[in-house]
């Protein structure tokens, strides 16, 4: 982990071209060992597994093992830029390593097909409301709703509520007093609907993880309490038999 944030503050201070040009060999050496290390860790690991199969059953491992054998495939390529991309996501091996965030990741990713039913709701609203807005405000507003698709775009401005009011609304709102009902339909509908139904499904998949890894831990508790149990009784047959 400490690792981890070292090539965080390195990555973060290449950022500032006069130090980075001033200091290539330096940034170059000190990725080449984090590199290694991390190389070092994984062939640890993989060594430390029963079998190969069973290694990259995990998707975390599969995620940690990408990352690392990418700085090696790209190590002799002309990509500065790929190459530096490249270290900014070995910050991502800390979802990897801390528990708590990998749970919460995992959880996150559960939630994927459920939003797929919300996506396409999204969509269909979105959809409607781009073309009605484009034949009411086509000819009011042709920077905002000319076409589907600067409609599309004004809208999903207008859904995360950045300056909608001010900058998109108003301006329509001079000319045509009855616009805000539109604007305001989609908002309510768009914005407190839809993105509360997100909210919901991610929180529901949250709990639902955090009660099957709380079962799990339970579960775990138990076969240990009996096998303790078993090994008592074993060793008391044991001494029984040896005192006889």
Not at 16 to 43: A, K, S
Not at 47 to 66: C, E, I, Q, V
Not at 81 to 102: E, G, H, M, Q, Y
């Amino acid at each position: 982990m400490t690792l981890i944030l070292i090539n965080a503050v390195i990555v973060g201070i290449e950022t500032y071209e006069h130090i980075y040009q001033g200091n290539q060999m330096l940034f170059f050496t000190l990725d080449r060992v984090l590199l290694w290390i991390f190389t070092v860790e994984i062939v640890i690991r993989l060594l430390a597994t029963p079998s190969l199969r069973y290694f990259f059953k995990s998707g975390w491992n599969w995620f940690d093992f990408l990352i690392v054998a990418a700085g090696h495939l790209f190590a002799g390529a002309h990509f500065v830029t790929v190459l530096r991309v490249l270290r900014v996501l070995r910050v991502f091996r800390a979802v990897s390593i801390i528990p708590s965030l990998r749970r919460l990741v995992d959880a996150l990713m559960r939630t994927i097909p459920s939003l797929g039913n919300i996506l396409l709701l999204m969509g269909i609203i979105f959809y409607i409301f781009a073309v009605i807005g484009t034949m009411l405000f086509q000819s009011t507003a042709p920077e905002y709703f000319g076409n589907l698709q600067l409609s599309l775009l004004t809208l999903f401005q207008v859904v995360t509520l950045e300056s909608w009011a001010s900058q998109v609304m108003r301006p329509i709102f001079e000319e045509l007093w009855w616009s805000w009902i539109y604007f305001i339909g989609f908002i309510l509908v768009g914005t407190f609907v839809i993105f509360n139904l997100f909210i919901g499904v991610i929180v529901s998949n949250v709990e639902k993880s955090e009660k099957e890894e709380d079962t799990s831990e339970d579960d775990t508790k138990e076969e240990l309490k009996q096998l303790r149990t078993e090994i008592k009784e074993l060793k008391d047959l044991l001494n029984e038999q040896y005192n006889r």
